[in-house]
């Protein structure tokens, strides 16, 4: 038996080694060893090289790094490497009709395309640890490598379909227990990847022995009876991935009637469809824009400051949700309050939270009191002095956050970063207040804070480049996804609400509905209505802001009343049972309001206003456009780096359906053509309002069909 011969590449991701009788095809794609253009390209001319070679009895693919394999390299698709020679089918074709074995040695992860290769293997061994599965319905896509046929083949119609639907893997040891890997490399995770080649060697080498190997393809679909159609109508038509589960449905279907070629076809033919269509694009948009986010190339290299203890000002609802959030990731928490009375009720909320996320069965008893011995309520506001990282979480009012971080620049740390979670309110101005501008911040939660998975990082014009790195970096210790912005009133996606909201109040006055504005954009996607959404947020903030920005507001532009004559009605919203709707107490549902549609019609009244009907189509077009403009502002003043990083906070901020891709990447699949000739026409009809942001006007007159292009 010959020795191991030295590692040769056989393309920019691939590596073709001799190990005895054996070849090693190392995948080396990083991050995630996709299946690119050249890992497709290595893998088949290794896996031709060794069947070719009369001295190797045997082949083992592994991954370099981290994983296996995590699919096919999505960057790639609806661009040609993605249909480049050799496909994935064509190397399956390839292994399935060859006589020496092929075993895929699986660590990390085998998802999506990674898995539907290792199901094309004759075996596969796996770490204990590993994850396997094929979550393309979370792109709204279904697998197209012949997931959905070979894997019913291996463990059953049921299992599959519960495996694809969800696109929640399978740990190694549950995936033998099923069929779909053959050994578990017992200690290989902690051995490395080396351990677990040794291992799948061991098999290959045992495997080499037998005239025939198992070819998934080529099996009967086991028995078991599965109501596809009652699979087809328990899909909720309200999820994001439903037109991807009823495909992917209808593709493990046509793998209990169809012959396996017939069912391949079948299933690839779905997986073009929808891989060209905006709904998958849109969400491969945000699975990448999600991931750019994050990175800060100005802190690359810098050293991050520790943050192991944090103090929260304030125990409001908002105060309790950011304390929870950092109690989540083990990480203690001062929670800090001046009345006791509000304190003992911060604490009782933050008890009650955990209790019902334990009655979900997503804690256990003693991991409540864990989190719970984390964060200590006091009253001293000296506590502040142990901190790393003091967020301030008070009433939404400058010269209150003024006094609070001069108190904070007296009692904290030099070292200590001062953060506020002011929603819109002048960063800069209330560093003024501190001797130490560079360490103040802006780290604006969403509420529930514990929940919502946005975080606005909001840098001051002073702030400090390593201060920005430690809090990106600490957004997504805690899992939150952070989005870096400047300094404007209501920052990104406040900012953006501020026009949304303004053509929601011109609508009613104009003819329609509460009901019917917040139906229109459910419809379309939306998470909730800009009315309930106000309710539910409490009216009375944005009027105080109304009330602040007021000697700013133009007098020649159109201004609605609606909202303020809500407000002097002492109807807040759902916390007074009462705002655009009326709520039954302790109910959350929006009842109509005749009263309220009364208020709307006088309003529009004494503005003159003659109301007519409005269809949704207007209504839709309106507040997204409006959304869009504001966008492409907030681009061209610097405010957001890219558009990506708007639709990521629309997205995860305010409900907008992610299968849209975000206001900036919607405005992109209508084409900002088409787009800029609807704002244009709007302005003729409704007036300044509708300015068309200069950005635009560039972008469309230069052809271009992204908002970062040229950027």
Known sequence: MSPITESIPLSPTVSYAQHGD????????????????????????????????????????????????????????????????????????LVEAAKKPVVAAIHGVALGGGLEFALGCHYRVVTADAKLGLPEVNLRLVPGGGGTQRLPRLVGVKRA????????????REAVRIGLADAVADGAEMAGAAALVTRAIEVARRAAQ????????????????????????????????AVAQKAAIRCVQAATQLPIAEGLAFERARFEELVAGNESKSLR????????????????????????????????????????????????????????????????????????????????????????????????????????????????????????????????????????????????VIAGATSRPGDVIGLHFFSPANVMKLLEVVRGRATSADVIATCMAM?????????????????????????????????????????????????????MGPLTMADLAGMDINWATRKRLAPTRPAHLRYSRVADRICELGRFGQKTNGGYYRYEPGSRTPIPDPLIDELIADCAREAGIARREICDAEIVERTMLALVNEGARIIEEGIARRASDIDVVYV????????????????????LDKVLARILALRAQHGAHWEAAPLLERLVAGGAGSFDSGR
């Open 22 to 93: 054996v070849a090693v095809l190392m995948l080396n794609n990083p991050p995630v060893n996709g299946l690119g253009d050249t890992t497709r390209a290595g893998l088949h001319a290794g896996i031709t090289r060794a069947f070719e070679d009369d001295a190797i009895a045997a082949v083992v693919i592994a991954g370099a790094g981290k994983v296996f394999c995590g699919g096919a390299d999505i960057r790639q698709f609806n661009t040609p490497a993605a249909t480049a020679w050799p496909a994935s089918r064509d190397i399956l074709a």
């Open 161 to 172: 379909l519960e495996m694809i639907q969800t696109g929640a893997p399978v740990g190694g």
């Open 210 to 241: 037998s005239a025939e190997h198992p070819v998934a393809s080529r099996k009967d679909v086991p028995e078991g009876v599965v109501d596809f159609e009652a699979c087809l109508a328990a899909v909720s038509p309200k999820a994001r991935n």
């Open 285 to 428: 948009h945000i699975f990448f824009a999600e991931r750019e986010a994050p990175k800060f190339a100005e802190g690359k290299g810098l050293a991050l400051r520790p943050i192991e203890r944090v103090a929260v000002l304030g125990s409001g609802t908002m105060g309790v949700g950011i304390a929870m959030s950092y109690a989540n990731a083990g990480i203690p928490v001062a929670l800090i309050e001046r009345e006791q009375a509000a304190l003992d009720r911060g604490m009782s909320l933050i008890r009650r939270n955990y209790e019902i996320t334990a009655s979900k069965g997503k804690l256990k008893p003693e991991q409540i009191e864990a989190r719970l011995a984390l964060v200590t309520p006091t009253l001293a506001f000296e506590a502040v002095a142990e901190a790393d990282l003091v967020v301030e979480a008070v009433f939404e009012d400058m010269a209150v956050k003024q006094a609070i971080f001069k108190q904070l620049d007296a009692a904290c740390k030099p070292t200590a970063i001062l953060a506020t979670n002011t929603s819109r309110l002048d960063i800069d």
């Open 475 to 527: 957004a997504q210790r805690i899992q939150k996804i952070p989005v870096l912005v400047g300094v404007c009133e209501g920052f990104v996606g406040n900012r953006m609400l501020t026009p949304y909201w303004r053509e929601a109040g011109f609508l009613l006055e104009e003819g329609a509905s509460p009901q019917q504005v917040d139906g229109a954009l459910t419809r379309f996607g939306m998470a």
């Open 652 to 671: 995860h901020g305010y409900g907008f359906p992610a299968w849209r891709g975000g206001p900036m990447f919607y405005a992109e699949t209508l084409g």
